[in-house]
Structure formats: C-alpha cells, structure tokens
C-alpha cells in the first residue's frame, strides 16, 4: 500500500506557497502522494486556491512525489482545456501526475451557483463525455466528438503525455454506474452516500463489483481516504492500493506540519 496526503486548498490552506512548503515535506519525510481538492465555491467568502497553479508550483518544487487533482469535477471544466493543463503538468513534473474526476459535489455551491447543471444524470453524462474526449485528445490522433454536450471538430493534440495520465474516477457507493466507469479506466476512490470512507467490508464488496467489470490488473488502484484511527491493514485486505490521509477538522497549519512530519505508515496498523 502507498500513503498519501489530501489537503483542501481552502481556507488556512489556501496559500499555495504554504502548499509547496507542504509537498516538500511530505516527499523529504517519505509520503508517496500529495492531493489537492478542485473547487470553486466552498462557503461563502471562504478564501480557496486554484488547484491547478498550486499543484505546478509543488510539480515545480518537487522530485518523486505523486501529485494530482481529487477529484476534478470533470463536467464544470471544458475537457479539452483540462486534457492540455494535464499533459502540460505532467511534463513539468516528470510524469507524476494523476488526474482524480467526479461529477462534482456540492452541486448547489459548485454547479447552481453559476448557472450549471446541478442534476446528478447531466452532470454524469457530461463525465462520461468529457473523459471520452480527453482520451481522444490525448490518443495523438486526429479526434472528433459530438455528444449531447460536447462537440469537437477533428483535431490532433500534441505532445501526447508520457507518461500516460492515469485517470482515478470517484463514486459514490452504492450506486453502481460510477464504478463501472471506474473499471474502465486506472483507479476508483469511492465514497460512501454521506461522502464518508466506505468501512472495510463495503470496501471488499466494492472491490468485487469492479472486478466483475474488469480482469484482476495490479496497475488499478483503490483509494481511500482514512483519518489517524483507521485501521490500515483492514482497508489493505479490502483491496485498497493507497491510503490518503486528510487533516484533521480545524487542523492548523503548523499542527499539519506535524502530522506530515511523522511520515506515513509502513507497518500497518493505524494511519
């Protein structure tokens, strides 16, 4: 299993230059992932950061350590914009990058509040088509698409990202059709209903859904979110393939230096 950190940039943690202070800690101190959230609108007046400028500032400063998005809320973002900011960042930073994607939640704040399709059907339709035109554009040949929400004329992108982007598609369980979107690409990080981390035996429940939509493949990753009391061991014979560990509640920066500073688990047991 790898262990990660997933930090809301918002708030306290929306100074993207504490953020590179941050992901440099993380890889000195031996953490394999570093994840920020994509969001426009948390609270009102909430200050949040651009995903996207902080996570090339910590590709830039940064060696070895995994850095993505999760999950970008695919269906509020023109994809075509999303497949060149992904392939330039991935360049930048050597081929480290993983693209996490939803439909995006919470749709009021994140959707509604600007006129966007707030109804879960659109807004995975507009998933399904999006993550169809990434791969089209990052297939390096000449791609065209029309779809209920998209259309895009033949064109041929460039440079191909090699890498290749490995894309983790967010569910919510038990609804089933993310997860066969999941199977069809390189990783799943589920959620349960109330956006909570799905317990253990859930876990394996969903673990054996994906693998009847897809041949075992040690390349698929699942990915949970587990705060410091978690049992890392029942989540690692669920199936999970990295455990991300997120703040605690009104954590402070400093006490999240702290936290980054004791280095991730590497003998199971708790996070």
Do not use: K
């Amino acid at each position: 299993m790898r262990f990660g950190l997933t930090v809301p940039n918002f708030g306290d943690l929306s100074d993207p230059v504490l953020m590179v202070e941050l992901a440099t800690q993380a890889e000195a101190v031996g953490w394999d992932g570093f994840f920020v959230w994509d969001h426009i609108v948390v609270a009102d007046g909430m200050a949040v950061a651009d995903p996207w400028v902080q996570l090339a500032a910590v590709g830039q400063a940064t060696d070895h350590i995994v850095i993505g998005p999760l999950v970008t809320p695919l269906p509020r973002r023109r994809p075509w914009v999303v497949a060149r900011q992904a392939e330039t960042l991935n360049r930048l930073s050597g081929g480290r990058l993983v693209l996490g994607v939803g439909i995006g939640f919470p749709p009021q704040e994140e959707f509604g509040t600007f006129g966007e399709p707030t109804d879960p059907r659109t807004r995975a339709e507009m998933l399904d088509e999006g993550l169809e035109v990434l791969a089209g554009m990052w297939s390096g040949v000449p791609f065209s698409f029309e779809g209920a929400h998209m259309r895009v004329e033949e064109t041929t992108f460039a440079p191909v990202p090699r890498p290749a982007i490995p894309v983790w598609v967010a569910g919510t369980w038990p609804n089933r059709a993310p997860f066969r979107r999941a199977a069809r690409h390189d990783g799943v990080f589920p959620l349960a209903a109330d956006m909570s981390t799905p317990t253990p035996a859930t876990l394996s429940e969903i673990v054996a859904y994906l693998r009847q939509h897809r041949p075992v493949d040690d390349s698929f990753e699942v990915v949970v979110m587990l705060s410091p009391d978690s049992d890392v061991d029942a989540y690692r014979d669920a199936g999970a393939t990295w455990s991300l560990v997120p703040p605690s509640t009104g954590m402070t920066p400093s006490a999240l230096r702290t936290m980054i500073a004791g280095g991730p688990p590497r003998r199971g047991g708790t996070v």
